[in-house]
């Protein structure tokens, strides 16, 4: 079973910064990827940024020149630096891994990520 707890989550200003971090208990398991997840205010989930094994990396437009997804050598760690924050990347943010073989998908709890103007 991998299991995901996020941490780093709080109160920003707008233009602020903040570090999440994504803390991956996996044992034996093989991470094939990650990714990071908003869920706005009252709007549906969506990917924020995402990254293989093969180091392929995406964001999304909203994101994209502000944050960077990262990861220590082992997959033990996901990061997600965010910086130049605006009121809409307020949020509760969700860390998710897919493992090889089965592929199967795991999320963590998510961390609130509350930006003011």
């Known amino acids: 079973q991998v299991q995901l707890v996020e941490s780093g989550g709080g109160l920003v200003q707008a233009g602020g910064s903040l570090r999440l971090s994504c803390a991956v208990s996996?044992?034996?398991?093989?991470?094939?990827?990650a990714a990071w997840y908003r869920q706005p205010p009252g709007k549906e989930r969506e990917l924020v940024a995402a990254?293989?094994?093969?180091?392929?990396?995406n964001y999304s437009d909203s994101v994209k020149g502000r944050f960077t997804i990262s990861r220590d050598l082992h997959w033990n760690t996901i990061y997600l630096q965010m910086n130049s924050l605006k009121p809409e990347d307020t949020g509760v943010y969700y860390c998710?891994?897919?493992?090889?073989?089965?592929?199967?998908?795991?999320w963590g709890q998510g961390t609130r990520v509350t930006v003011s103007s």
């Open positions: 998710k891994v897919q493992t090889a073989g089965w592929r199967a998908e795991f």
């Open positions: 996996k044992g034996s398991f093989s991470i094939l990827s």
């Open positions: 990254m293989t094994h093969g180091a392929n990396i």
